[in-house]
C-alpha cells in the first residue's frame, strides 16, 4: 500500500507520514549513503598539508557534508608544552617516538567520537604519515570501525617553494615563539631532514595501489589519482584539482540601489535608482584606482547588476547562477504584504531562514548548491569582481570567510559597499570599503527568539582566523612531558607554554595548474553558466 507522506512547512519536502521517530538532521547538503570518510594526509613538513586541511575542510562544510579536521600537531602541543628542538623529532629518540605515537591515537579517538556520536560524515587527519607503518595503523583503524579511507599525498621537490612556505608559515608557529627567525629556520630545516630519512611515499602502482588516493604534485602542477571510490571522493578530487595559491583578490558587492530596493519589494527585475546609478559610476572610479592586470567581472542576468557592470566600460560575463534567490510566490511582495498575506510563511522563515524554501521557489540551501560551480571557478581564478545580490553574497562570503549554515543568512551585506577579500593560508582577509553612496537598509536582524537557546545548526570546523570561537574543550590527552628525553634547549629561544592555535599567514610559493587531461574524468561535476 503506498505510504502516505506529509510535506515539510519548512523545507516543503516530502516525508513519511507515520509514528517513526525523525531521523536527524545530519547536514545541510546531500544525504550520503555511503560510510563516513577519513581523509588522511601524507607528506613532510612544509608541504602545505595544513593548507589544503583546512581549505577542502572549510569547502565540504560549506556543500553541506559536516566536516573536521584533526591536527596531530596540536595534540603534541597540547601533550609537550615545551618545545626544545628538532631531536625530539628524531627516529631514533624512543621516548619522543612513544608521545608522538599517542598523539595520533588521542587524534585518533577524537576521531571515531566525531564520525560515531556527533553526526560527522568526514574527518580529515593532518599528521606526516609518512611510513607505512603509521598509514596501516590508520587503515586497521578505520576497518575496524567502518571507515573509508582517502589518502592525499602532498609532494614539492622545489626547495624554493619549501624554503617560503617554512618563512612564510612555520617561523610563526608555537614552537619558535620567542626564536630568532635563523635559529628557527635551522631548525625546521632538521626537522624536515628528520622525517625524509624514514619517508616512504604512496607507491598506487605497486604497494598501495589498492588504496583511493590523490598525488597532489609540486602544489598543483600535476596529480595522479587511484581508485575514487565514490561521489564525495570524486568531489574532493575535482576541488583539489581548481584550487591555487597565487596571489589574487575577489571584490564583491552588490548591485547599486534599484526601484524595488526603494519601495522595500525582494526579487523582481527592476532597474537602478538614480542613487544606484551614481554607485555604478562610483564603482567604476573605484576599479580604475585599484589598478588590477586582467581583472575579470561577473554579473547575473538580472538587470540591475548589468546595469552595475556596464558603467565600468570593462567586458563582463553573466551568470545565471549569480540570480537572486527565488522567493517564489514572494516575488515582488514587500515584507509587510508577505507577513499579511502568508503570516505562516512569514513566521515559519524567521524560526528556520537557511532551510526555510519559498513556496515555488529557493531556499539558502538550495542557493548554496547553485552557487557551487561559481565557487569552483573563483577557486580558478586570480582576480575577480563579482556584482551580485545580497542574498548571493552572503553565500559567497559564508564560503570564504567560514561562516556557519546559522549565520549565513545574517550576514551584513550592504549596499553600495565593496567588500575586498585577499586568501591567505588558513583563511580569508576581508577589508570592507564604502563608496560613501546613501542608499537604503536591506538588512533584516534575526529575530530575538531565534537569538535564545543552543544553536542546532552550528557546524564546527577546524580553527582559521575568522571562523566562529571553538566551544570549551575538555583535555584530549595528559601530558607527556615527564617521558620526554630532554634535548638541549634552541640556540636564541626561551621555551614557554604555547597556544594550540597556529596565526593564518601566507602560504607556499606561486604554483599554476594547467588543463589536466584527467579532468575528463569529472566532467559531469562541471556545470553550465
Known sequence: MPMELTQSRIQKIWLPNDNRPALPRRSCGPQLANSPTVIVMVGLPARGKTYISKKLTRYLNWIGVPTKVFNVGEYRREAVKHYSSYDFFRPDNEEAMKVRRQCALAALRDVKLYLTEEAGQIAVFDATNTTRERRGMILNFAKENGFKVFFIESVCNDPTVVASNVREVKLSSPDYRDCNSADAMEDFMKR???YQASYQPLDPDDYDRELSLIKVIDVGRRFLVNRVQDHIQSRIVYYLMNIHV???????CRHGESEFNLKGK??????????GKKFARALNKFVEEQNLKDLKVWTSQLKRTIQTAEALQLPYEQWKALNEID???CEEMTYEEIREQHPEEFALRDQDKYYYRYPSGESYQDLVQRLEPVIMELER???VLVICHQAVMRCLLAYFLDKSADEMPYLKCPLHTVLKLTPVAYGCRVESISLN???VNTHRDRPEEGKKGPNPLMRRNSVTPLASPEPTKKPRINSFEEHVAVSSALPGCVPQEVPSQL?????????????????????LLIFPR
Open 192 to 194: 624536515i631532514n628528520c
Open 246 to 252: 597565487q596571489p589574487r583578490t575577489i571584490y564583491l
Open 266 to 275: 525582494i526579487g523582481g527585475d527592476s532597474g537602478l535608482s538614480n542613487r
Open 327 to 329: 522567493a517564489g510566490v
Open 381 to 383: 581564478q586570480e582576480n
Open 437 to 439: 553612496i546613501e542608499a
Open 503 to 523: 596565526p593564518g599567514q601566507p602560504l607556499l610559493g606561486k604554483a599554476c595548474l594547467p588543463v589536466c587531461h584527467f579532468l575528463k574524468v569529472f566532467s
